[in-house]
Structures are given as structure tokens and as C-alpha cells.
């Protein structure tokens, strides 16, 4: 660990839990997003250790901090996996290599988190929460997925949005965000990861025809959130039904 890392690290050591989502927040505003997976690690399992689960707002900024770091480094190897003209084949590899670590890393971090503490804290609960959670786990080993040829990281993906969608189909409403975005990354992963185009359109349409038929039941707070990906949905289906190309995720 660098000293800069370990500076950072020590910025939360005694603090209290109100202290340390202050630092989150800054961290946040500073788009300092490592730094903010940090403090999120701490404040996860100084809850942790209370018994307590993250509220809705700690739980969206862990994963603000996952999802920044975690997508700006995907960004990375898709750029270096598409090859360059005239470059050292070579030494490409060997690049790409050091960000799949990195990659492979910061993925097991959070999954740490979710396993160990957050989804135990919760399960059972049948509510969105768990879900979110179980959501979280299918789209990291997803994540690992993209680059690492390894059966049990495309198992546990499978494992855990099946698991999620078990949760959200009995508990929450067709319409509902988190059960609309579930359904978006877990068809993704069936169509990407899985190579399994047949369920991954099953999964997709079914969704979003049961999302229309219950339209009329969305109210103002989550009415663009879930109508956004309702059309997600949509433009996934009709790309993977005509041609190949880049499909849509949350």
C-alpha cells in the first residue's frame, strides 16, 4: 500500500460514524472516488459491528464509490481489449494484465463488504435492501466476468441475480426501480456472460411488458428512474433481436 493510501486510511481511524460520512461526502464532491471507497469500507463494517445496515443514502454512496472507480478502470480494458495500431502486442497484454488486477481487486473488495457483512445483515428481510444487495454481488462477479475466463465468477453472478430476482419478484411491485434495474443487468449478463441470448430476451420482455401493464401505478419519485429503464429494456431487446452491437446497462 502506498504511504499517500495509507495517509488516507489513518484520516478515519477513531472516527465516529457521523464523521466518517462526512468524509464520504467529501470525498464525493471531490470525485476523489478511491479515497471514498475507503471510507466506505470503514463506515460498512463500523455498522457492521453495531449490527446495524447501511441507510439509503449511506447505501447509494457505497455504490457511488464502486461503481466510479469500478467503471472507470472496465473503461480502461475495454479501450486496451480493442487493440491499437501499430503498438507493442506485447506490451499491450502486459498493460491490460495490470488493469485486470486492479480490476479483480477493487471487484473482491466490495464483494467482501456485501458477503461478509452487508447481505447477512439483511437476509431474510424480503425487502428492497436485499435486492440492492444481491443486485451489488451478481454485477460484480459480472464485472470479473468481462475478463477473467473463470466458471465460478459466471456462476456466482448467475447464483446471486437469481437470487435477487427470487426477492424482488415476491416483495416488490413490476414498476419498481430496483426490480427494473435487476432485471436490465441480470438479462445483460445472460445475453454477455452467460451467452444465453434466448433467456436473456425471455428475461427483458417479460419485465418489460409486466412494467407497462402496471404503468398506471408509478408515482412521481420513481416515475423517470423506472420509466428510463423500461426503455433500456426495450433498445436491449431490439438490438439483440436485429443485429449485434453494445447493449445497455444500469
Known amino acids: 500500500m502506498s504511504s499517500t493510501m495509507q495517509e488516507i486510511e489513518a484520516l478515519a481511524d477513531g472516527l465516529d460514524i457521523a464523521k466518517v460520512v462526512e468524509l464520504v461526502r467529501i470525498a464525493e464532491t471531490a470525485e476523489r472516488y478511491e479515497d471514498m471507497c475507503v471510507f466506505v469500507k470503514k463506515l460498512v463494517k463500523l455498522k457492521a459491528a453495531k449490527g446495524e445496515d447501511l441507510d439509503v443514502d449511506e447505501r447509494n454512496l457505497l455504490s457511488v464509490a464502486?461503481?466510479?472507480v469500478v467503471g472507470a478502470k472496465r473503461a480502461s480494458w475495454r479501450t486496451l481489449s480493442g487493440g491499437f495500431d501499430d503498438a507493442d502486442t506485447d506490451l499491450l497484454e502486459k498493460y491490460k494484465k495490470i488493469v485486470e488486477d486492479e480490476l479483480e481487486i477493487i471487484c473482491k473488495e466490495v464483494l467482501t463488504l456485501l458477503t461478509e457483512h452487508l447481505c447477512k445483515t439483511v437476509e431474510g428481510n424480503g425487502d428492497e435492501t436485499e435486492v440492492f444487495y444481491l443486485k451489488m454481488c451478481g454485477d460484480y462477479?459480472?464485472?470479473m466476468s468481462e475478463f477473467k475466463e473463470d466458471q465460478k465468477y459466471k456462476?456466482?453472478?448467475?447464483?446471486?441475480?437469481?437470487?435477487?430476482?427470487?426477492?424482488?419478484e415476491k416483495n416488490l411491485n413490476e414498476?419498481?426501480?430496483?426490480?427494473?434495474?435487476?432485471?436490465?443487468?441480470f438479462s445483460v449478463c445472460y445475453y454477455?456472460?452467460?451467452?444465453?441470448p434466448e433467456k436473456a430476451c425471455d428475461l427483458a420482455k417479460?419485465?418489460?411488458?409486466?412494467?407497462?401493464?402496471?404503468?398506471?401505478?408509478l408515482n412521481?419519485?420513481?416515475?423517470?428512474?423506472?420509466?428510463?429503464?423500461?426503455?433500456?429494456?426495450?433498445?436491449?431487446?431490439?438490438?439483440w433481436t436485429s443485429s449485434d452491437g453494445d447493449d445497455n446497462q444500469e
Open 66 to 68: 464502486y461503481k466510479n
Open 141 to 143: 462477479y459480472r464485472y
Open 155 to 168: 456462476d456466482s453472478a448467475e447464483e446471486n441475480y437469481k437470487k435477487a430476482m427470487d426477492v424482488a
Open 175 to 185: 414498476t419498481h426501480p430496483t426490480r427494473l434495474g435487476l432485471a436490465l443487468n
Open 192 to 196: 454477455e456472460i452467460l451467452k444465453e
Open 206 to 217: 417479460k419485465s418489460f411488458d409486466a412494467a407497462i401493464e402496471k404503468l398506471d401505478t
Open 220 to 239: 412521481d419519485a420513481s416515475y423517470k428512474d423506472s420509466t428510463l429503464i423500461m426503455q433500456l429494456l426495450r433498445d436491449n431487446l431490439t438490438l
